[in-house]
């Protein structure tokens, strides 16, 4: 269950997130495949301006991610958006759009009406290095701590394998090195999947 705080946290620029929500009835948000990379591009579409993702996990009724949120400076200039409307009001804005688009294509495509996602969505601020590295172990794990998968490291819709994958970009970097190197990251993931302890 979320902490009353996860439902009023507010979006600063250059502070980490964990944001997390489910499907209103519980139900199964990400029917198929088809669903799962939608929702990702569309995530891209709304939110690659102003956040960037770190980690990530779409679990049938319900996601993580781990985020930072840009500079908005170039953001605002290029969207003529006034100095007046905070950081909050634009990030929380794009995630709205990001329900509202994924909901019309799910429901159209799932003979479904009314919303999807519950509201607000849950987002929590993340200031510790120590709890960034355990976070990304707990959203890596998710599958498996819902017995969908029995190895986290073989579900297809989380960024465990994308983090480390040949042709990386500066985040994945960014996030190995916390970890030391490769190996530090996929020990820390074995050494917590065999004595892990709910965060």
């Known amino acids: ?4 705080e996860h ?3 507010r979006f600063e620029e250059g502070e980490f997130y964990h944001v997390y929500n489910r499907s209103i009835d519980k139900k199964t948000l990400f029917k198929s495949d088809r669903n799962s990379d939608f929702f990702l ?3 891209e579409f709304f939110l690659s301006e102003v956040v960037s993702v770190y980690a990530f996990c779409l679990v049938e009724n319900h996601f993580h991610f781990l ?3 840009c500079d908005l400076k170039a953001y605002r200039e ?3 958006i006034n100095i007046e409307i905070s950081t909050h009001s634009i990030v929380s804005k794009q995630f709205r759009r990001l329900f ?3 909901a019309l294509a799910f429901n159209k495509e799932h003979l479904r009406c009314g919303t999807l996602f519950q509201t607000p969505f849950k987002r929590a601020r993340v200031k510790d290095r120590q709890y960034l590295i355990q976070l990304i172990y707990y959203i890596h794990y998710n599958p498996q701590k819902h ?3 029995e190895d986290f490291r073989n579900w297809k819709w989380s960024s465990y394998n994308l983090i480390m994958a040949p042709i990386s970009n500066n985040i994945h970097e960014e996030i190995i090195s916390w970890f030391g190197n490769k190996e530090g990251y996929i020990n820390f993931h074995n050494l917590r999947l065999t004595n ?3 965060l």
């Open 1 to 4: 269950m979320a902490r009353v």
């Open 7 to 9: 439902y009023f946290t």
């Open 41 to 43: 591009k569309r995530f």
């Open 67 to 69: 985020i930072k949120v």
């Open 78 to 80: 290029e969207k003529c």
């Open 100 to 102: 509202q688009s994924y």
């Open 147 to 149: 017995r969908l998968i």
């Open 196 to 198: 892990f302890d709910n």
